[in-house]
């Protein structure tokens, strides 16, 4: 029962108690004859047989706490184990078919178990702690005020179930790491009883309705684990994803994170592209002997059965906004803290939904902020932050996902929408890579943030401080972004969907995109950026095998009526293959950049030095995109930029080379990139640019109807040949550029903003007949022109 098992060893002498955690009288005869037998071990054998007493009997109550001989306190405890299938101990449909539960099973399965031998249940003892130590605990924990009977025998009997638990996952493993009487004990903790007194004075009602209402949180938030329903859940879910995708896990990362959980908490926080990204990574983890994680969900899954089963494997369904409840806020925060300090691990998607794009969403950092809360206030020493990537070659839901971005509504998720989906994966997708970024220390990453709680550095002004705190968290959240886009790899539907989005309304032969994606491959071998299973284009025709994925898919179209077939983006399309392009065109941003910035400096000899002009507009063009992309600081950023130089023109040393030689080195890589990753963003970019310029500035601007407007002159722009693709015509894209006008100040009302907004559509203008002429120089554009 002792939190800490590294206490010193208590005196065998000792007169022991048996706390015996018993339900039926088959689990009180087994360990009444585990005490008389000689499987008791030796470090709890006394001179006296133990005396035995029932867990949650009147009579543990009263005699055990009447003691003044100060027994140890040792819980036992009989666990039921399923039948060994396949190696693995795990419940199946068929358990409940017939009407048991291999893992608590009735008493007449009990006495036909123990009578078959004892391969279907073990003996359990958990770490035993002296009377006294457990009265001095329970002071120290919950004041010495609350010493009394009634409140220290929960005391003892929660110690003793958790100690169980713990002594039980030697036998089933620590993915059945599941948390008890979790309500109990934040009702019962000291500091939170003091919030409730608190919030009982600021919001002017009695303490026990806020006590009602701090109890009716808890049972909403609280997941109830059922190990039984952990089985049967995985056992139903694992086929929508095993039988679409081949999962590639990083191993190493695996073992890493293991060994870090022996003594932290783990945040996962996982990329988020699909429905079936708790699925693929809850089965890794749990293959790996990771505890199950608590999931925080959203209500859009609490239809049934998805959400009685989610809650029952440790799902938290949180509410999508509780406003001004702080009654609520404070059970969340404390639930929040009590699990970290319990080392359990948590999981949730901090872009607060699904990708629309393919690419990394802007965070959302409400829970990032309760995990900070509980490390300002020394609730938990630490808490490592785990960046996550689930990156899949294909996905079928891209199609809805796509859809959504030209206008049409969301379709809800209940039975319906469920059956559809589980239909839509029994078709093979090809491969899911799973890879895990450097864990990051909330702690250490705070106070380097220069949050004033964690580094100690508190100023008189509240609003100061609040706003340190969250440029702090913004931080955090920034690097668990990058350290998600760092693993992320580049798939063969990434490089295939690059190439043919590239050109517009022509073809391309099988030798035609092989002649773009070449030079890509080599720039990604020269940078060592990570990548699937891209082996297989150089296989006896593995790009067609790819094509023709993507053929059936709907995603591509392919003509085979004349001397050899060729392939373009399908009609309509254009928005899955950018999602797919998109999943890894971060790599290639900065690449990018640098060729707009050379040939902005080639094309402007009045500016003065052409490396500063280059520079400069460099960070204007990162400037643009940073509402669509995630850049560090600017002397990394630069640090960045002269890496992709010294790719160009390696023999440039400490001096950077004349313009000339740049753009020399751009062109002899054999290709150009800022056509295929960066236009769709900037064409988006442009249509609110303009859209603004035509707007009378005095009058306010209503998202909803400007994204609709902006979504139909988008059209009318890429009829025109004004716009390069359909994929530019995106929702989304619209809101992020609107985002950047805000931040530039292009919304307020006053006299100076018209000529703002007018200078802003020249510069996107500007930048958009240079990438033009990027695409003019593509070595391997005119190869497949030939």
Request: proline residues 5%; charged residues 25%.
């Amino acid at each position: 029962m002792r939190d800490d098992e590294q206490r010193g060893s208590h005196t065998p002498t000792r007169p022991t108690v048996v706390v015996a955690a018993a339900t039926t009288p088959i689990e009180r005869r087994l360990i009444t004859e585990w005490l008389h037998s000689d499987r008791v071990p030796a470090e709890h054998r006394t001179a006296a047989r133990p005396e035995a007493l029932d867990l949650d009997s009147q009579i543990f109550t009263t005699e055990l706490l009447s003691r003044t001989d100060d027994p140890l306190v040792l819980p036992v405890r009989v666990v039921w184990l399923p039948a060994e299938r396949d190696g693995a101990r795990r419940a199946r449909f068929s358990d409940v078919l017939a009407l048991t539960n291999p893992r608590n099973p009735n008493r007449l399965i009990q006495k036909w178990l123990v009578g078959k031998g004892a391969d279907r249940y073990r003996i359990v003892v958990a770490q035993p702690a002296p009377l006294s130590e457990l009265r001095g605990d329970f002071a120290a924990e919950y004041g010495s005020d609350a010493v009394e009977a009634g409140n220290l025998a929960r005391y003892i009997m929660r110690r003793a179930v958790v100690a169980l638990e713990r002594a039980e996952r030697a036998v089933i493993g620590d993915r059945y790491k599941v948390p008890r009487l979790v309500a109990e004990q934040i009702m019962d903790s000291s500091a939170f009883r003091q919030r409730l007194d608190a919030l009982a004075a600021e919001l002017r009602v009695s303490r026990s309705d806020v006590d009602a209402r701090a109890r009716s949180a808890l049972r909403e938030l609280v997941a109830v684990q059922s190990r039984l329903v952990t089985d049967l859940f995985t056992q139903a879910m694992r086929p929508l994803h095993t039988s679409a995708w081949t999962v590639h896990a990083d191993e190493s990362g695996l073992r890493s994170l293991r060994g870090l959980n022996r003594t932290r908490p783990l945040v996962f926080l996982p990329s988020h592209r699909s429905y079936a990204d708790a699925l693929v990574l809850g089965d890794i983890l749990a293959a790996n002997e990771f505890p199950r994680n608590h999931l925080m969900g959203g209500a859009n899954l609490t239809f049934w059965p998805i959400g009685p089963m989610a809650r029952r494997t440790g799902t938290v369904f949180i509410r999508r906004s509780f406003g001004d409840d702080a009654v609520y806020k404070a059970a969340l925060e404390e639930y929040f803290a009590f699990l970290l300090a319990k080392r359990f691990n948590l999981e949730w998607y901090f872009e607060g939904g699904r990708t629309r794009t393919g690419k990394l969403r802007p965070p959302r950092y409400g829970l990032l902020n309760y995990v900070a809360n509980a490390v300002r206030a020394d609730r938990v020493d630490d808490a490592m932050l785990v960046p996550v990537s689930i990156t899949y070659e294909a996905l079928a839901e891209v199609a809805g996902v796509a859809a959504e971005q030209t206008g049409s509504a969301k379709k809800p998720e209940g039975l319906t929408w469920l059956f559809r989906y589980m239909r839509s994966q029994q078709r093979s997708a090809g491969h899911v890579y799973v890879r895990f970024g450097e864990p990051i220390s909330m702690r250490s990453r705070l106070a380097a943030g220069g949050d004033p709680d964690v580094a100690g550095d508190l100023p008189a002004d509240e609003t100061e401080r609040s706003d340190r705190r969250r440029r702090a968290l913004q931080k955090v959240a920034f690097e668990v972004a990058v350290g998600i886009n760092c693993t992320t790899p580049v798939t063969v539907n990434s490089l295939v969907t690059l190439a043919l989005l590239g050109v517009r309304d022509r073809s391309l032969t099988l030798d035609e995109v092989r002649a773009v994606i070449a030079p890509v491959r080599d720039y990604l071998d020269r940078r060592r950026i990570p990548h699937g299973e891209l082996r297989m284009l150089d296989m006896e025709g593995g790009l067609a095998t790819v094509l023709a994925a993507l053929t059936d898919g709907g995603v591509v179209t392919t003509y085979a009526g004349g001397d050899e077939p060729v392939y373009s983006i399908h009609r309509d399309q254009h928005l899955v293959a950018a999602f797919y392009r998109n999943s890894g065109v971060h790599w290639f941003v900065n690449r990018s950049i640098l060729e707009l910035a050379v040939l902005y400096a080639h094309d402007s000899p009045g500016e003065g030095d052409p490396v500063r002009v280059a520079w400069e507009e460099a960070k204007r063009l990162r400037d643009l995109l940073k509402f669509e992309f995630f850049f560090p600081d600017r002397d990394t950023f630069e640090a960045q930029m002269r890496e992709e130089l010294e790719l160009l023109v390696p023999e440039w040393g400490d001096a950077l080379p004349t313009k000339e030689k740049a753009l020399t080195g751009l062109v002899e890589t054999g290709f150009f990139m800022s056509h295929r990753t960066l236009r769709s963003f900037l064409d988006a970019q442009l249509v609110v640019a303009e859209r603004l310029a035509k707007r009378d500035p005095s009058v306010d601007i209503v998202q909803e109807s400007f994204l609709d407007e902006c979504a139909a002159v988008g059209r009318q722009m890429l009829l025109q040949g004004r716009l390069h693709g359909s994929e530019s015509v995106s929702s989304e894209l619209f809101a992020t550029a609107l985002d950047l006008a805000r931040n530039r100040g292009l919304l307020e009302r006053d006299d100076s903003v018209a000529e703002k907004r007018r200078i802003f559509a020249a510069q996107l203008l500007a930048v958009g007949e240079r990438i033009a002429l990027a695409e003019s120089l593509d070595v391997s554009n005119r190869k497949a022109n030939r």
